[in-house]
């Protein structure tokens, strides 16, 4: 069968009944027949959580052990995988190399459609090669057909060089799910406007991605019950956010938490284990570093 006979049979490329007469519609209805549709997506998600608990594992164990967290995607999926992997040091202060992509096209396509280079295997093989992915890494895949030659001989090629792999997809039974090690698939059906996968497919990878990453950092205690803490104070608003965590994880006033946070050197996780343990910094710093950057068990390690 050719492989676009495969396409046009894929359940997100058919074409949506619900939205059949969208170009009759006035603004408040096609709105309200996206908004309906998008309904549907959380479902696909939640249908998927044993898979995305199984990867967050995955990633923590990786990441805990000093590999990486490696996306690769051509277009939409590229997009929202660069998008998580760029958000993941602000928000929990990771090292970048922790978590990188690989776009088809490379960076430029981010801005720029470059859609052409989806369609080389040898350049997927050769754009993860240069992330030299191993035994210690998780690479995950991305595509809403399951079936990208770009991603899917990447994530192949991650494989057979040790890498444990994630397939995020929108297709049962698809090449991409047969290349990993765990396929995610949120079967999210046809889009409001037909093939357009920038829409119920991209909704539901954004929210799989995000609960990759943010599953694994708080595996790995990077948040405190549910405060960012390793936040990287390099704003007005991030300081203020700082402060606030402080108080609330800390349970003291606004001048206590600003003093420990400068004391800390303006870092939150040592503020807070010094407040909660109540030792020095240095004693804070050696709980961080014996618990790999660990709060709950930092704090649990200073205070014995």
Do not use: W
């Amino acid at each position: 069968m050719k492989d676009t006979q495969q396409l046009s049979r894929l359940a997100s490329e058919q074409s949506n009944t619900a939205s059949c007469a969208l170009d009759q519609k006035n603004a408040y209805e096609i709105a309200s027949i996206i908004n309906g549709d998008d309904a549907k997506v959380a479902g696909a998600v939640q249908r998927a959580l044993p898979q995305i608990a199984e990867a967050i594992d995955l990633i923590a164990e990786a990441i805990g052990n000093g590999g990486r967290l490696i996306y690769v995607g051509a277009g939409t999926s590229g997009r929202i995988a660069a998008l998580d992997a760029s958000e993941c040091p602000p928000t929990f202060n990771t090292d970048p190399k922790t978590v990188q992509f690989v776009m088809a096209g490379g960076p430029k396509a981010l801005a720029s459609a470059a859609e052409g280079n989806e369609d080389s295997p040898r350049l997927g093989e050769r754009e993860i090669a240069k992330k030299k992915p191993g035994k210690k890494d998780v690479v995950v895949g991305i595509a809403a057909s399951g079936r990208t030659p770009f991603t899917v001989a990447a994530l192949a090629c991650a494989r057979k060089r040790g890498a444990k792999t994630v397939a995020v997809t929108c297709n049962q039974n698809s090449p991409l799910a047969a290349a990993a090690d765990v396929a995610i698939v949120t079967e999210v059906g046809a889009e409001v406007v037909a093939g357009s996968s920038r829409m119920k497919a991209g909704t539901a990878q954004k929210m799989v991605l995000n609960m990759l990453s943010t599953g694994a950092t708080v595996r790995m205690g990077y948040v405190y019950g549910n405060l960012m803490v390793n936040v990287h104070l390099k704003n007005e608003k991030l300081v203020e956010r700082g402060i606030s965590i402080l108080q609330q994880a800390a349970d003291v006033d606004r001048k206590t938490a600003e003093q420990a946070l400068k004391a800390a050197g303006n870092t939150v996780p040592v503020a807070l284990v010094m407040l909660r343990a109540k030792v020095s910094r240095s004693g804070a710093e050696k709980a961080l570093r014996s618990a790999k950057r660990n709060v709950r068990e930092a704090i649990r390690l200073a205070a014995r």
